[in-house]
């Protein structure tokens, strides 16, 4: 029997274990924690046969070395037992290539960008749905891709967020539809430079069939020639997008509109702030391009409430709105939270610090915020750098816990209409990752 090792117990690691499992082959994961919850897994695994090592990190070995690795979204794809690896023709891939090769037979979506994946990904698969397909949303949202592959019944479509780890360990995934949301700088520290950046998301949208730009974007704007035969959205109306009107997808006169047809109004979309209608516009080009319904993709529109930690509103206090942002973790998607809230603001902000360009964020704090509460590891260099910038109005209170009682005070003192945790950041100085962070700054407001 041929060997196979996963890397990574989270919730890739371990579908990937189990459809190596299911297609025949030994299998191993391992991964460097060990905590109980990870021992459960690891107990859960066994039963079924997979052998599983906590609290070791993967070696080559001559005695048990695997003729396939399989990785989870966060192990970098440069890491040098992976490098090692495929220098002696181990065949190395991500948890995603592994599911398209199971699925390929089904068309698939795939939505990459720096951001505006997640809400793109979950109105894609909402108005696959309303059209009544079977069209799981998977990858950095939902199920692991290999989850949905282990389904037993094959789904009529697969809804891929994919994010630039994933797309840079699947080599063959090769989509119906890709649908490319937004760039700007990201992950940098792990991609090096902006262009391997732009080349790993964009080698995703070479292999798709058809492809979804979004015009609104300066960058990708700017690199039309890239993809001259792409459907091009923009909120700005059919002038913006010059040379593709007959491949247009756009808002004019309130209505969303796709290359010609109004589909549905733009304001029946409850998500605020231009970026959404910017996202709504390439769910609807996805969705009219796989042949859905105009009244399928109304009805979704409609019934849809919006993406967990994404300008989620917890609660209203003495009319004074909670606002989840937690997945807001670079300063260009901070920069798109505070544009689309109400000014005067109290921002929550700090974390793990990413490399990028601040000062757009910086200048969107002068004109919108009241008064700016940091926590995490970023917050003394945060405090400088708008001290830098002439803004004072800075407190460092070091945990959510802190910040929204502070931020209440602030709030009724400032006349603030909006409390606003918008990290600009990563989590894992304090958090697992950016869904616990959102869901304890909901915790806390709700015990407010």
Same mark, same amino acid.
């Given at each position: 029997? !041929?060997?196979?090792? /996963?890397?990574?117990? @989270?919730?890739? +690691?371990? %579908? *990937?274990?189990?459809?190596?499992?299911? #297609?025949?082959?030994?299998?191993?994961?391992?991964?460097?924690?060990?905590?109980?919850?990870?021992?459960?897994?690891?107990?859960?695994?066994?039963?079924?046969?997979?052998?599983?090592?906590?609290?070791?990190?993967?070696?080559?070995?001559?005695?048990?070395?695997?003729?396939?690795?399989?990785?989870?979204?966060?192990?970098?794809?440069?890491?040098?037992?992976?490098?090692?690896?495929?220098?002696?023709?181990?065949?190395?891939?991500?948890?995603?290539?592994?599911?398209?090769?199971?699925?390929?037979?089904?068309?698939?979506?795939?939505?990459?960008?720096?951001?505006?994946?997640?809400?793109?990904?979950?109105?894609?698969?909402?108005?696959?749905?309303? !059209?009544?397909?079977? /069209?799981?949303?998977? @990858?950095?949202? +939902?199920? %692991? *891709?290999?989850?949905?592959?282990?389904? #037993?019944?094959?789904?009529?479509?697969?809804?891929?967020?994919?994010?630039?780890?994933?797309?840079?360990?699947?080599?063959?995934?090769?989509?119906?539809?890709?649908?490319?949301?937004?760039?700007?700088?990201?992950?940098?520290?792990?991609?090096?430079?902006?262009?391997?950046?732009?080349?790993?998301?964009?080698?995703?949208?070479?292999?798709?069939?058809?492809?979804?730009?979004?015009?609104?974007?300066?960058?990708?704007?700017?690199?039309?020639?890239?993809?001259?035969?792409?459907?091009?959205?923009?909120?700005?109306?059919?002038?913006?997008?010059?040379?593709?009107?007959?491949?247009?997808?756009?808002?004019?006169?309130?209505?969303?509109?796709?290359?010609?047809?109004?589909?549905?109004?733009?304001?029946?979309?409850?998500?605020?702030?231009?970026?959404?209608?910017?996202?709504?516009?390439?769910?609807?080009?996805?969705?009219?391009?796989?042949?859905?319904?105009?009244?399928?993709?109304?009805?979704?529109?409609?019934?849809?409430?919006?993406?967990?930690?994404?300008?989620?509103?917890?609660?209203?206090?003495?009319?004074?709105?909670?606002?989840?942002?937690?997945?807001?973790?670079?300063?260009?998607?901070?920069?798109?939270?505070?544009?689309?809230?109400?000014?005067?603001?109290?921002?929550?902000?700090?974390?793990?610090?990413?490399?990028?360009?601040?000062?757009?964020?910086?200048?969107?704090?002068?004109?919108?915020?009241?008064?700016?509460?940091?926590?995490?590891?970023?917050?003394?260099?945060?405090?400088?750098?708008?001290?830098?910038?002439?803004?004072?109005?800075?407190?460092?209170?070091?945990?959510?816990?802190?910040?929204?009682?502070?931020?209440?005070?602030?709030?009724?003192?400032?006349?603030?209409?909006?409390?606003?945790?918008?990290?600009?950041?990563?989590?894992?100085?304090?958090?697992?990752?950016?869904?616990?962070?959102?869901?304890?700054?909901?915790?806390?407001?709700?015990?407010?």
């Amino acid at each position: 029997m !041929a060997l196979a090792h /996963a890397i990574g117990l @989270g919730k890739s +690691g371990i %579908a *990937a274990a189990k459809l190596l499992h299911r #297609e025949g082959w030994q299998v191993t994961v391992s991964d460097r924690q060990i905590s109980d919850s990870l021992r459960e897994q690891q107990q859960m695994l066994e039963s079924l046969g997979i052998e599983c090592h906590l609290g070791t990190s993967f070696t080559l070995s001559e005695s048990d070395r695997p003729e396939r690795i399989v990785i989870s979204p966060g192990v970098p794809w440069d890491l040098p037992v992976l490098v090692e690896a495929r220098s002696q023709g181990i065949e190395v891939l991500g948890e995603m290539e592994l599911a398209w090769r199971s699925l390929q037979q089904v068309p698939w979506v795939a939505i990459t960008g720096t951001n505006g994946k997640t809400t793109t990904t979950a109105l894609i698969a909402a108005m696959f749905q309303a !059209a009544g397909l079977n /069209a799981p949303a998977c @990858g950095n949202i +939902g199920y %692991a *891709a290999c989850e949905v592959a282990l389904q #037993e019944t094959a789904p009529d479509w697969v809804i891929a967020e994919v994010s630039s780890y994933q797309s840079e360990s699947s080599s063959t995934l090769a989509p119906q539809i890709g649908v490319w949301t937004t760039f700007t700088p990201d992950h940098l520290s792990r991609h090096k430079t902006l262009e391997n950046y732009y080349q790993i998301k964009a080698q995703l949208l070479r292999r798709s069939q058809q492809q979804i730009c979004n015009n609104d974007d300066p960058y990708l704007s700017q690199a039309r020639a890239d993809w001259p035969d792409a459907y091009w959205t923009s909120v700005k109306g059919k002038e913006y997008l010059p040379g593709t009107p007959a491949k247009g997808i756009y808002i004019q006169d309130r209505w969303a509109i796709d290359r010609g047809e109004p589909i549905v109004p733009a304001g029946h979309l409850k998500m605020v702030g231009t970026h959404n209608l910017q996202n709504l516009l390439m769910a609807l080009g996805a969705a009219r391009l796989a042949g859905i319904e105009a009244g399928a993709i109304a009805k979704a529109v409609e019934s849809f409430p919006g993406v967990p930690h994404r300008l989620e509103v917890i609660r209203e206090i003495e009319g004074i709105k909670f606002v989840n942002d937690s997945k807001a973790t670079n300063y260009d998607a901070a920069e798109v939270g505070l544009s689309a809230v109400t000014a005067p603001v109290i921002l929550i902000a700090g974390g793990e610090a990413k490399d990028g360009d601040d000062r757009q964020w910086l200048a969107k704090i002068k004109s919108k915020a009241a008064a700016v509460l940091l926590i995490g590891n970023a917050a003394s260099l945060f405090a400088e750098r708008l001290n830098a910038v002439g803004y004072e109005n800075t407190e460092i209170v070091e945990t959510l816990e802190r910040a929204l009682p502070r931020s209440l005070e602030l709030a009724r003192h400032h006349s603030a209409n909006v409390v606003l945790l918008s990290p600009a950041c990563a989590s894992f100085d304090q958090y697992a990752n950016f869904e616990v962070r959102g869901d304890d700054f909901r915790q806390l407001c709700l015990s407010l």
